[in-house]
């Protein structure tokens, strides 16, 4: 991997008392404004450019509540929603949650049958099962998540998937899929951990389950009613499913981000377990064009980019264009060398093959 150059990310005191600055999950670029999001909470930042051409640094955070826009499903609207993906397209910004669940961890104070117990509890968080879309308005010349927008001669409004659809229900019998659904995340059970959106298609990307070294991607077409505007449904497919499956030969990996290039999708692929690496930067060819459950190998995916990843940090998490050959790329977990003494986090700009 050969970094073109580096733009650092100044977070708010408020974000980095959270942590969100050390656990980057999500990130979109749009213009002028970098869209970001942590793991550890239930907001979405705004970061702005210092400059719009060739940014070296985004700051002045603002900070945005998914409650503020949405009903989330917890009990608790500030309960970490795990927000994994982001993605940007025509009026709207969308946010999806991992959907996973997780066990505890072992931690260097605990020894023995405490640490056993630990280690098989498992839970999971209802705020982490959200697909959440969010109007985006020119509020004084910065992109601005609205609650309702006027364009195009419609009405839009903050939208969410309702309980009805809620994918881990959906996914109950799925033949692929619902056999992982009682394992956490970090298991190879389901995770999800990227988000692209083309027109009216939603792919969702999964770190896991990968299967027999076959990773997987959901493809959705989500809509709402004039008569419910606040909630998202889902069409069905020929074969009556409400998703899509793909599959891709990502070499054993599992999907960490996705990004639209064109018609094709850039894919963030990294372990679906808790390893640090191999990481790489994969294409799906045509990906936006297909009308088929797809079986993505051979000619269809290529080998982009292969990154560097530390031991027990600086692993890449989150994917997003700088202009029409360039990617950015965050880290969870950043290396202290990325971590700089005002608060601020280094990212890398990659120039594409």
């Known amino acids: 991997m050969t970094v073109d150059y580096t733009v650092r990310l100044r977070f708010s005191d408020e974000s980095q008392a959270a942590a969100t600055h050390t656990n980057l999950s999500a990130i979109r670029h749009d213009g002028r404004v970098l869209w970001i999001a942590g793991d550890e909470s239930a907001t979405i930042e705004r970061l702005l450019a210092d400059d719009v051409d060739r940014p070296t640094e985004f700051g002045a955070e603002t900070r945005f509540r998914l409650a503020d826009f949405v009903t989330l499903p917890g009990h608790d609207a500030d309960e970490e929603a795990d927000v994994e993906g982001l993605a940007r397209a ?62 195009d001669g419609v009405r839009h409004r903050a939208a969410a998937l309702s309980v009805r ?11 692929h899929l619902a056999p992982f659904l009682p394992i956490p995340g970090k298991d ?43 909630r998202l449904r889902l069409h069905r497919f020929p ?13 054993g990996l599992g999907v960490r981000d996705l990004c ?16 640090d690496g191999p990481v790489r930067i994969y294409r799906w060819h045509g ?20 990154l560097t ?6 692993h890449a998490e989150g994917l997003s264009l700088m202009g029409p050959d360039r990617v950015l790329v965050v880290y969870d977990s950043p290396a202290p060398l990325r971590l700089e003494p005002d608060g601020a986090v280094v990212a890398d700009v990659l120039k594409l093959p």
Request: a negative charge.
């Open 90 to 151: 025509g009026h709207f910004l969308w946010a999806i949650g991992s959907h996973s669940l997780r066990r505890k961890q072992i931690k260097d104070r605990h020894e023995g049958q405490k640490a056993l117990r630990r280690l098989a509890r498992i839970e999971g968080q209802a705020n982490r099962q959200i697909l959440v879309r969010l109007p985006i308005a020119d509020v004084g010349g910065v992109p601005t998540p609205v609650r309702e927008l006027e364009a």
């Open 188 to 230: 190879n059970g389901l995770d999800i951990e990227g988000i692209a959106v083309r027109g009216d298609r939603v792919f969702l990307g999964l770190r896991g389950p990968v299967l027999r070294g076959w990773a997987f991607v959901l493809e959705l077409r989500p809509y709402v009613l004039a008569t419910d505007p606040g």
């Open 309 to 314: 990843y530390g031991e027990g940090d600086d």
């Open 165 to 175: 659809d809620d994918l881990r229900r959906l996914l109950r019998d799925d033949e």
């Open 287 to 306: 990906a936006g064009r297909v009308e088929v459950p797809t079986i993505v190998r051979n000619d269809l995916i290529s080998r982009e980019l292969e």
């Open 260 to 275: 639209p290039d064109g018609d094709d999708l850039l894919v963030l692929a990294g372990p679906t377990m808790d390893l």
């Open 239 to 251: 074969d009556g499913q409400p998703y899509r499956k793909h599959v891709l030969d990502l070499d």
